[in-house]
């Protein structure tokens, strides 16, 4: 079983480009050259040299030695927190700034939900001296004014999206839009590994650094480069990707990947793709959503913003389907409470997304000389007021 992208840009049955055709020569465009550009020395170095410099990595491999203790088994924490602006999108926000100058875009666009991802793609531009626009849903620009003003302070231009229901994917809708508007100076910065063809395995290979580390530093703390399992927390899927990709045919190699079951899967306010999702076309791409049976988007829900997202990336659709990987859901309140024990047992704050990945150790026994790598997604500090309100700190 191949579970990389195949020549056609499809994961198995999932994947593919299904976008306009006034969007067609940007993407065939990116398609043609990402993977010649990728592989170009000047390129590799650059990218290489502003992840250590400018990013910090190589990321630690932190063995949590107390919440092993707790769990009676060998957890590893990758410490994706410790990046530069707080979480694992700045290694994908780098890559693509970096492509984009390849092919002489001077222009940047970007849709953010939460804003982490405006956020990552505001840094990158600013730090290369690109115009940055991104489109934010109105409500969700509401809902999240310090990675407004953050995006401001760093020079881009927030656009309202107004129309529908004001979030996510109405500002998809619109940087689509500009994006056909202004197709010869304008490279559009997707935040996960979701999007037509190439868009998921270029943000993929720009992660794939995670799991690249992960390999040297297991091997140089247990003497083993492979684990028993990787664990990540899933929204479109890009830290799980980038965790998952040089153990994905690794068949020692067990593979976890943890959706928000929001308030419970059957709830009706939950964002647990593999379990509520049929096959749909959504950001271009073939993949597993959450849908009505007349094919309308569901509005997801999770309490954690990063991974209220109704549709998973078209890798995670084909490791789902194919069961090389075991999806586990979790409920806002186990995610929240494991947010506060990794606090308590290890000093570190985790972002409500990374919460969710911890929380499976309440669900599933490990064995106790199992070594489990976990992608510590991302700091909790934007989360802080989340984490205040619901445990009245
Ligand atoms: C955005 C985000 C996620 C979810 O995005 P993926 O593309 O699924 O990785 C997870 N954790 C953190 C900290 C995030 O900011």
């Given at each position: ?12 049955e999932f994947g593919g480009?299904f ?150 994917k ?24 979701i ?78 793709t593999?379990?509520l999702g049929k096959e749909g076309i959504i950001h271009g791409c073939k993949t597993l959503l959450m849908q009505t049976p007349d094919g309308q988007i569901t ?11 109704p549709g998973v990336?078209p890798?995670?659709a ?76």
């Amino acid at each position: 079983m191949n579970y990389n992208v195949n020549k056609k840009g499809y994961y198995g049955e999932f994947g593919g480009a299904f976008i306009p055709e006034m969007l067609y020569p940007n993407v065939e465009e990116l398609r043609q050259n990402y993977l010649k550009v990728m592989a170009e020395p000047e390129f590799k170095k650059e990218f290489d040299q502003l992840l250590k410099d400018y990013v910090g990595r190589p990321s630690p491999l932190y063995f949590a030695k107390r919440l092993s203790e707790k769990y009676n088994t060998k957890i590893y924490l990758k410490r994706e927190d410790l990046n530069h602006t707080g979480a694992h999108k700045i290694n994908n926000t780098i890559g693509q700034i970096l492509m984009a100058q390849r092919l002489g875009k001077t222009r940047i666009i970007a849709e953010t939900g939460a804003g982490q991802h405006g956020v990552a793609t505001a840094t990158v531009c600013a730090l290369m001296g690109l115009e940055c626009i991104v489109y934010m849903g109105e409500i969700d620009i509401a809902r999240q004014a310090p990675n407004v003003a953050r995006m401001k302070m760093l020079g881009a231009t927030v656009v309202p999206a107004l129309s529908g229901s004001r979030t996510l994917k109405d500002a998809t809708n619109e940087a689509i839009r500009d994006w056909i508007n202004n197709p010869v100076n304008t490279h559009y910065i997707i935040g996960s590994a979701i999007g037509p063809h190439p868009y998921p395995d270029m943000v993929t290979r720009f992660q794939s650094v995670i799991s690249e580390e992960i390999k040297w530093q297991l091997k140089e703390q247990t003497g083993k480069e492979n684990p028993d399992y990787v664990v990540a927390c899933i929204g479109g899927g890009s830290n799980a990707a980038g965790t998952y990709y040089h153990y994905l045919h690794e068949p020692d190699v067990g593979i976890i990947a943890v959706e928000a079951a929001g308030l419970g899967i059957d709830s009706g306010e939950s964002a647990a793709t593999s379990v509520l999702g049929k096959e749909g076309i959504i950001h271009g791409c073939k993949t597993l959503l959450m849908q009505t049976p007349d094919g309308q988007i569901t509005e997801p829900y999770s309490i954690s913003a990063g991974l209220d997202y109704p549709g998973v990336g078209p890798m995670h659709a084909h490791l789902a389907k194919t069961g090389r990987a075991e999806f586990i859901s979790i409920t806002d309140s186990d995610a929240m409470d494991a947010g506060l024990e990794l606090s308590k047992l290890e000093g570190i704050i985790p972002a409500i997304e990374t919460s969710h990945a911890l929380a499976i150790f309440k669900h599933k026994t490990f064995k106790p000389n199992d070594v489990v790598v976990m992608s510590l997604s991302g700091r909790g500090d934007k989360d802080l007021e989340n984490y205040i309100d619901y445990f009245k700190i």
